[in-house]
């Protein structure tokens, strides 16, 4: 067993705030951040648009960010939260530059402050086209100088460790990098900022480390979670039907001037909304669906062939390069998309500190449900969020900290001498391939009540046949599985119960959705 005092599951945006805030508040003590792979391999690290915040009040202002944020997430927001959110914003920005956080800028030294989807002015600052990427290289940057900061990669957290009598969070277990044990990681506070969880589609922009364990784990501790039905599916992600983690064509390129277009060549967000492309990603993600179903095709179009070329290269070149090692040159050619599984909206419910319905348990960045996004995320406003919401469960923490649990408060090790193995990862594949497919068919863009009726049936079977397969051969695998099986019946419950279509949770009356399989 090891025992710390703050406990982080996850390195991304979110953990490595909470992480160097709380050891520089407490020196003396041991801050423990916990990884599934490698220290930056996180969603924030995939982030390509930028982070969003008011930093032109002559030209912008707060109350047209907390508009905007309110009609993308389709009334659902918390109004509390969409407001200290975005009046934060600008505090949180200057501290990731003090970090030395290289947002891009004008020739006259101004940031520069790009559009996306959804926003009324220009206030996305960016970083090229990998602002999450530079923002993390700042963080880790930073907590590799803490000396009081201890990271461990290549972990997979199994559950989360509970009080015998009060039912507070003790900590997490976990399977360290090489182990064949479940080892108690105890510690005074715990963070959960494990990301999202659209590993669940056989489609999406996640890394293969997002398949919901945070989410999970905290769900069979009995913390509430909320509005798993909204999953984001970002409209234009490229066409690259061979792999699951497909590449994403930052929404800031239609900021830039990109336009969809169908197969015949034809304009077609106008038929659809009156922002065009630039409406909100549950819109532009209907639309291009159902243009495919209309043409019979697997992808649309998007045209960025007239952006000024030296304007292309400069703000895009990881798209372009990308695209180019795919044999299509944006200067001459339209790039295929299609939509994919992009953002968990829902996850953990916390309060305005992050904290969740389990004491001394708290939950940032995707995998919780703070109540800013509503029923759909705003363009990048995530990054604000996991930075504004780290901050503030940084200042609880010193609070609760100080007045921290008994260190003689016992618990239960569920795990006790279980042995891990890995002999059954092919049955493990399968299984998880499945779990995909119902997810994929039955709770996609376009949702049939019928359809998740029938999701339901088909999990419960799924999960009789993943728990006898865990029971006969336990490994970080089919813990894994057994997390991405209880965020598709999250997804499917939530889905099933919300009756009416709001922002990314659509109910579909066509009697067939499905006519190109292999774009979904």
């Known amino acids: 067993?090891?025992?710390?005092?703050?406990?982080?599951?996850?390195?991304?945006?979110?953990?490595?705030?909470?992480?160097?805030?709380?050891?520089?508040?407490?020196?003396?003590?041991?801050?423990?951040?916990?990884?599934k792979n490698k220290m930056k391999e996180a969603n924030s690290h995939y982030a390509?648009?930028?982070?969003?915040?008011?930093?032109?009040?002559?030209?912008?202002?707060?109350?047209?960010?907390?508009?905007?944020?309110?009609?993308?997430?389709?009334?659902?927001?918390?109004?509390?939260?969409?407001?200290?959110?975005?009046?934060?914003?600008?505090?949180?920005?200057?501290?990731?530059?003090?970090?030395?956080?290289?947002?891009?800028?004008?020739?006259?030294?101004?940031?520069?402050l790009g559009l996306e989807g959804g926003h009324s002015h220009n206030r996305i600052l960016h970083h090229k086209d990998s602002t999450g990427a530079a923002i993390l290289n700042s963080l880790v940057r930073k907590v590799q100088k803490i000396s009081n900061i201890e990271i461990l990669e290549y972990c997979q957290v199994v559950d989360i460790i509970k009080q015998d009598e009060s039912g507070e969070c003790l900590g997490l277990y976990v399977i360290l990098n090489g182990s064949d044990k479940v080892t108690p990681i105890t510690s005074s506070l715990t963070l959960l900022a494990t990301g999202g969880a659209c590993q669940v589609y056989p489609s999406t922009t996640n890394p293969k480390i997002a398949t919901g364990d945070g989410i999970a784990i905290a769900s069979?501790?009995?913390?509430?979670?909320?509005?798993?039905?909204?999953?984001?599916?970002?409209?234009?992600?490229?066409?690259?039907?061979?792999?699951?983690?497909?590449?994403?064509?930052?929404e800031a390129l239609r900021g830039a001037g990109a336009v969809l277009k169908n197969h015949e060549g034809r304009e077609f967000m106008y038929d659809y909304d009156p922002r065009g492309p630039l409406a909100p990603r549950d819109i532009v993600a209907r639309a291009i669906e159902s243009e495919m179903r209309k043409t019979e095709q697997s992808y649309v179009y998007l045209d960025a062939r007239h952006i000024v070329q030296e304007k292309l290269l400069a703000h895009f070149p990881n798209i372009y390069k990308r695209c180019l090692s795919r044999g299509i040159d944006l200067f001459s050619d339209m790039i295929p998309v299609v939509p994919a599984a992009h953002y968990t909206c829902g996850g953990i419910e916390t309060d305005e500190f992050g904290q969740t319905s389990i004491s001394?348990?708290?939950?940032?960045?995707?995998?919780?449900?703070?109540?800013?996004?509503?029923?759909?995320?705003?363009?990048?406003?995530?990054?604000?969020?996991?930075?504004?919401?780290?901050?503030?469960?940084?200042?609880?923490?010193?609070?609760?900290?100080?007045?921290?649990?008994?260190?003689?408060?016992?618990?239960?090790?569920?795990?006790?001498?279980?042995?891990?193995?890995?002999?059954?990862?092919?049955?493990?594949?399968?299984?998880?391939?499945?779990?995909?497919?119902?997810?994929?068919?039955?709770?996609?863009?376009?949702?049939?009540?019928?359809?998740?009726?029938?999701?339901?049936?088909?999990?419960?079977?799924?999960?009789?046949?993943?728990?006898?397969?865990?029971?006969?051969?336990?490994?970080?695998?089919?813990?894994?599985?057994?997390?991405?099986?209880?965020?598709?019946?999250?997804?499917?419950?939530?889905?099933?119960?919300?009756?009416?279509?709001?922002?990314?949770?659509?109910?579909?009356?066509?009697?067939?959705?499905?006519?190109?399989e292999e774009s979904a």
């Not at 930028?50 to 047209?64: L, M, P, R, W």
């Open 48 to 112: 390509q648009g930028g982070i969003a915040a008011v930093i032109d009040k002559v030209t912008d202002s707060f109350e047209s960010h907390i508009e905007d944020t309110h009609i993308a997430g389709a009334g659902l927001c918390k109004e509390n939260v969409v407001e200290f959110v975005v009046r934060e914003a600008p505090d949180r920005i200057f501290e990731l530059i003090e970090l030395g956080t290289p947002f891009d800028t004008k020739e006259n030294g101004d940031l520069d």
């Open 1 to 35: 067993m090891k025992n710390v005092d703050f406990l982080i599951a996850g390195s991304g945006l979110a953990g490595l705030t909470y992480a160097y805030k709380v050891a520089e508040l407490f020196p003396d003590k041991k801050v423990c951040v916990l990884t």
């Open 220 to 250: 069979r501790a009995g913390a509430d979670i909320s509005h798993m039905e909204f999953i984001q599916f970002h409209p234009t992600s490229l066409f690259q039907p061979e792999i699951s983690q497909v590449f994403l064509i930052s």
């Open 360 to 516: 001394r348990l708290f939950a940032c960045g995707e995998c919780a449900y703070t109540g800013l996004h509503g029923a759909n995320r705003l363009a990048s406003n995530s990054l604000l969020e996991a930075l504004v919401f780290a901050h503030r469960a940084a200042q609880k923490s010193k609070i609760l900290f100080e007045s921290r649990i008994d260190t003689s408060s016992t618990f239960t090790n569920q795990y006790g001498e279980l042995v891990l193995n890995d002999i059954s990862q092919l049955a493990v594949n399968q299984l998880k391939q499945e779990v995909r497919q119902v997810a994929r068919e039955y709770a996609g863009i376009n949702r049939q009540k019928v359809g998740l009726a029938a999701a339901k049936v088909k999990l419960d079977g799924l999960e009789a046949k993943i728990k006898r397969l865990h029971k006969e051969s336990p490994s970080w695998k089919s813990f894994e599985l057994i997390n991405l099986l209880v965020v598709a019946q999250l997804i499917v419950r939530d889905a099933f119960d919300r009756k009416e279509s709001v922002g990314a949770h659509f109910i579909s009356t066509e009697a067939s959705l499905y006519i190109n």
